[in-house]
Nanobody, 124 residues
Framework: QVQLVESGGGSVQAGGSLRLSCAVS????????MGWFRQAPGKEREAVAA???????SYADSVKGRFTISKDNGKNTLYLQMNSLKPEDTAMYYC??????????????????WGQGTQVTVSS
């Protein structure tokens, strides 16, 4: 059974940085499309970044140039480095995964496995 466990969330002032981690178990990690999503109160869950098995990456326009998604296959861990954080980045952040390539995947229904989330709060 696939398990995703996020960590690294917290509270930070605007302009600060955080690194989220997602520990992955239960499948052949390197052959999956992995992503980070976020959900702010009262808003729909939205994609932030995705990384393919060939390490090609995609980003939401709102985080391009500030966030970096990466993975360490040896540690079975997915990361999201978040720099220059803004108050509008405040949300619950979720790790997601599904088998196959990332091409055409950018929405919640495209991912079958989810973590429990980690809270990120950015104050002005």
């Amino acid at each position: 059974q696939v398990q995703l466990v996020e960590s690294g969330g917290g509270s930070v002032q605007a302009g600060g940085s955080l690194r989220l981690s997602c520990a992955v178990s239960g499948y052949t990690y390197s052959s999956y499309c992995m992503g980070w999503f976020r959900q702010a109160p009262g808003k729909e869950r939205e994609a932030v970044a995705a990384i393919d098995s060939d390490v090609s990456t995609s980003y939401a326009d709102s985080v391009k140039g500030r966030f970096t998604i990466s993975k360490d296959n040896g540690k079975n861990t997915l990361y999201l480095q978040m720099n220059s954080l803004k108050p509008e980045d405040t949300a619950m952040y979720y790790c997601a995964a599904d088998s196959g390539r990332c091409v055409g995947r950018w929405n919640v229904p495209d991912f079958g496995s989810w973590g429990q989330g980690t809270q990120v709060t950015v104050s002005s």
